[in-house]
């Protein structure tokens, strides 16, 4: 069984600075990962696929990288809508997708 | 513009049945392979089943095969979630979302689901 693990659980950072979330699987191999931002209130929203590649209507400061059994997720320069929780997804087995535990991103 | 609506949930008792629906629009409906994913209150996201365009296949996550049936209408434009022998655990909201490019690319509001004495 696949476990993504989210690092950290909480981020706290202001407005303008640069968010690195980390998404780490325990086994040995990921295919890609997905990156979602669920604001309170509201559903998912697809921003990362493919690892690296931003979803219809993201904005370029976000950016997925990695490779292996680590990924990232990088938001350059938070704006105040990007205070959420984020979740990483593996699909290895499609449609089976396992989701890391959320990194909540708050304002500091 | 793509957008979801699910309905049907609600409370029900432990050992009931509920079935929810799904209505999609802004796409081909028929096209695109769909998800159902649940989050318990306060909790994290959990995959729950997929299937396929034309109908199937169907897939469905360890802890609601047996009890869960995922199926389509693609004449009605209707996604559907039967789920029997509910139990505690299985309280979340149901987000049901198409896929694209191989991810839950679009997601609806969601459904509340219940299940308590």
């Known amino acids: 069984e696949i476990v993504l693990t989210q690092s950290p659980a909480t981020l706290s950072l202001s407005p303008g600075e640069r968010a690195t979330l980390s998404c780490r699987s325990n086994?040995?191999?990921?295919?890609?990962v997905a990156w979602y931002q669920q604001r309170p209130g509201q559903s998912p929203r697809l921003l990362i696929y493919d690892t690296s590649k931003r979803a219809t209507g993201i904005p370029a400061r976000f950016s997925g990288s990695g490779s292996g059994t680590d990924f990232t997720l990088t938001v350059s320069s938070l704006e105040p809508e990007d205070f959420a929780i984020y979740y990483c997804?593996?699909?290895?087995?499609?449609?089976?997708?396992?989701f890391g535990q959320g990194t909540k991103v708050e304002i500091k | 513009e793509v957008q979801l609506l699910e309905s049907g949930g609600g409370l029900v008792q432990p050992g009931g049945s509920l079935r929810l629906s799904c209505a999609p629009s802004g796409f081909t409906f028929s096209a695109y392979a769909m998800n159902w994913v649940r989050q318990a209150p306060g909790k994290g996201l959990e995959w729950v089943s997929a299937i396929g365009s034309h109908y199937g296949p169907t897939h469905y996550a360890d802890s609601v095969k047996g009890r869960f049936t995922i199926s389509r209408d693609n004449s009605k434009n209707t996604l559907y979630l039967q789920m029997n022998s509910l139990r505690a655990e299985d309280t979340a909201t149901y987000y049901c979302?198409?896929?694209?490019?191989?991810?839950?690319?679009?997601w609806g509001p969601g459904t509340l689901v219940t299940v308590s004495s």
């Open positions: 086994q040995t191999f990921i295919n890609n």
């Open positions: 979302a198409k896929d694209t490019s191989g991810w839950p690319s679009d």
């Open positions: 997804q593996e699909r290895n087995t499609w449609p089976r997708g396992t």
